[in-house]
C-alpha cells in the first residue's frame, strides 16, 4: 500500500508563514518524483512545485515563485512545502503527489494526471 499523509495546514493571517509536510509511509522516495499541487472547489486543481527523482531539481510554478519553496528530507521519507507572505487567494486544499519512475532518471512533471498517488490535503485559509 501507498500512503501519504499530509499535515500543516490551517488557520493564518495574510502575510504569515506556513510550511507543509508529506510524509510517505512504507518506503523511501528515491524512486519518486514529488509535487504539491491546490485546488478550490469548483476549479482546476493548480500546480505549485515539484521536485525530480531523488531531488536533483525543483520548480515551483510561476503563480508562487518566490513565496513558495519545495524540498525533501530523504532520512524522513517526507517532502515539504514552506511558505512565505501568505494571501488569502492561496487559501485552498493543499495536496501531495507521487509519480512512480523506476525507470527514469529524472524529469519533472507539471500535470496531475501524471502522477500515481496522492494524499487526502490539507486546508490552507488566509484571512485577510
Known amino acids: 500500500q501507498v500512503q501519504l499523509v499530509e499535515s500543516g495546514g490551517g488557520l493564518v493571517q495574510s502575510g504569515d508563514s506556513l510550511r507543509l509536510s508529506c510524509v510517505a509511509s512504507?518506503?523511501?522516495?528515491?524512486?519518486?518524483?514529488m509535487a504539491w499541487f491546490r485546488q478550490v472547489p469548483g476549479k482546476e486543481r493548480e500546480f505549485l512545485a515539484a521536485?525530480?527523482?531523488?531531488?536533483?531539481?525543483?520548480q515551483s510554478a510561476d503563480s508562487v515563485a518566490g513565496r513558495f519553496t519545495i524540498s525533501t528530507d530523504s532520512a524522513k521519507n517526507t517532502i515539504y512545502l514552506q511558505m512565505i507572505s501568505l494571501k488569502p487567494e492561496d487559501t485552498a486544499v493543499y495536496y501531495c503527489?507521487?509519480?512512480?519512475?523506476?525507470?527514469?532518471?529524472?524529469?519533472?512533471?507539471?500535470?496531475?494526471?501524471?502522477?500515481?498517488?496522492w494524499g487526502q490535503g490539507t486546508q490552507v485559509t488566509v484571512s485577510s
Open positions: 521536485l525530480s527523482k531523488s531531488g536533483g531539481s525543483a
Open positions: 503527489a507521487e509519480k512512480d519512475m523506476p525507470y527514469a532518471s529524472g524529469g519533472i512533471y507539471y500535470t496531475g494526471t501524471d502522477y500515481d498517488y
Open positions: 512504507g518506503r523511501t522516495l528515491n524512486r519518486y518524483g
